[in-house]
Structures are given as structure tokens and as C-alpha cells.
């Protein structure tokens, strides 16, 4: 499922162009033992599931796979308004979702968009279905069922994201990673670096990043972004020959074959996300996020396994001049 064109309104102002295009962009399963090591995106088409309405609660289904509903997201806001009963604020947030399932093997994977009424984005992956009953020593893995004897192997799944940005129209987007130095001091320091040139770029306490378009403005006068949190990845790094693995966040030029992450197919093409960062300058980046869950399997596991979900976090930045929902 690709999604195109996503344009975010917030309340009571004009449309704003978010994304391009957006998809799952690889989920690559390494085992702990060292074998195997799966990517499984390249079977998903294939296994799409046929949702039925219970799987889309409230919603409406889109042909047999796609899921478009709403739901409660809690507090929007909340604000005492100290005996005043008209200067109390309070909101119960919405947010839309667009899901779809796939069966690949023993395992069920949901793919989800959550786009909150506030403009936050939460793309994320639950894996569900089965355990793959792989066996292996303690070494590797953890007893499941009565005693000891079957010791269930553990392993990763480093799910990445395509996002090409498309801030306000047009292909001026620039990226820019923030951090802030002074830790153990009382004072902090922002420092911030405008990526010129195709970069990776790896996970640090209170790091983030933002994608932005310099000369679109909101009515303060500040640029517009939208700001990229991935603080919940388990930071999967693997061998030599799975280098893509051994960052959380790359930055290439647009090229329209680069689809996939890893075991990219198409024709005169690098073959995974690494190797897409060659220094080219950029003027139109798309950015890839890698999320890593480490699944060490539990007696709760068993059959159906319960969602174990894994995501990150798009949240406007100055798009507009204040809350938009009051």
C-alpha cells in the first residue's frame, strides 16, 4: 500500500502538501542464531488479507484490503481555567486511519498510517499471527509451552519507510537534524545541521529532525516543517553484508527506481538504501526511516499472538502560528 498526495488541513486554515508519496519500504527479520535472515516486503502484494468489517470497526472498507476509519486518539488538550468556566480548555483528539493486513508465512503484519487531527503522522507495523515455531538452543531463544524443551529462536524486525516529503509543493525541501550538547550541565546548546548532500544519520538521546521547504512560511514568519522522532527503535546493527541495517535515518535525492530499502528490483538500480547515499547533492530528498523491534518470544506469544507494534512520529512544526483547535 502506497499512499500519495496526503495533505494535511487543520482547523479553520488552508490545505498544506505533506507528502509525495509514503510506503513501506522493507521489513527485514534476521534470527538471532544467525540464520535466517528474512525481507519479506517483496511478498506482500501476494498476501494481502481480505478484511472483513469486523476489521474495520466504524470505518469503510476500500475495496477487499485497504481499511479507512477513525477513532478516539485522547486528549487533544486540557487547560484549567482557574474558576473561569469560559477560559477552561478541553478536546478529545481524532485521528484517521488507513490500515491493511498480510499474511507472510506463520506471521500477520498490519500496516498503519495514523494521522492525527492535530497533523501528526504515526506510520507503524503490528506483527501478529503465529509464532514461526522455530527451535533453538537457550542461547538464542526462550522456552515457550510446558518445561523447557522447546526453546522458541528470537529475532528482529527492522521495518523501514519511504517518505518523500513534499513541503508546500514544489521540490525545495531541505532536512536539518537538531541536537542538543550540555548533557550533565545545567545549560544546553542547540545545534543544528542542514544536510547538503545525501547523509545517514543514527539515533541520539533528544535528537530529531525536521524536513522543510525554506521559503514557505506560516504567519509568524518561521518555516514551515514537519519534525521526525524515531526514539523507540531497538537500533538493530548487523554484519558487513547488511550495512543498510547500521543507521536509523538516510537522506537520498529522489531517484524514482530507489523503492525498497533492501533487495531493491528494479533495473539500474542500487540494490538497498546504503548504497543510495553517494554524495549527491541534494534538491529533492526522500527520507528513510528505519524502526527495529527485538522479538524474544513469551508463554503470551501463543497462538494468536498478540500485536507487538513498531513506528515513529511525523508532528507538524510551525505550520501554523498557534493551535489550530481550541
Known sequence: MTLSHVVYTPRGGGP????????????????????????DLGSLGESAIALTAADCPGGERRGSYVCVTTRARGH????????????????????????SGYQVGWYAYVAEWVFGDDGSITPRLGATGSLAGTVTTPRHGWPIGVGRRHFEESHSHNVFWRLDFDVNGGTRDAVEQYDFAGNGTKRRSMVRTRFATETRAVNRRMRWWRVLDPRAL?????????????????????????????????????????????????????????????????????VWVNVDFHHVARDEDADPMPVHWQGFRVVPRDVTAKNPSP
Request: proline share 6%; charged share 30%; with cysteine.
Open 76 to 99: 487533544a488538550h486540557l487547560k484549567d481555567g482557574f474558576g473561569d468556566d469560559e477560559a477552561r480548555r478541553s478536546r478529545q483528539g481524532q485521528e484517521l486511519v488507513v490500515l
Open 218 to 286: 506560516n504567519a509568524d514568519r518561521h518555516p514551515v516543517s514537519w519534525e521526525i522522532d524515531n526514539s523507540d527503535s531497538a537500533e538493530y546493527r548487523g554484519p558487513a553484508d547488511e550495512a543498510f541495517t547500521r543507521a536509523d535515518l538516510y537522506v537520498t535525492q529522489y531517484h524514482a527506481c530507489e523503492r525498497l530499502a533492501t533487495q531493491n528490483p528494479l533495473p539500474r538500480c542500487r540494490d538497498s538504501v546504503d548504497r543510495y547515499v553517494s554524495g549527491e547533492r541534494l534538491s529533492d530528498p526522500v
Open 16 to 39: 498544506q502538501n505533506v507528502l509525495r508519496s509514503a510506503a513501506l519500504a522493507q521489513i527485514h527479520v534476521p534470527y538471532d542464531s544467525g540464520e535466517p535472515r528474512y525481507h
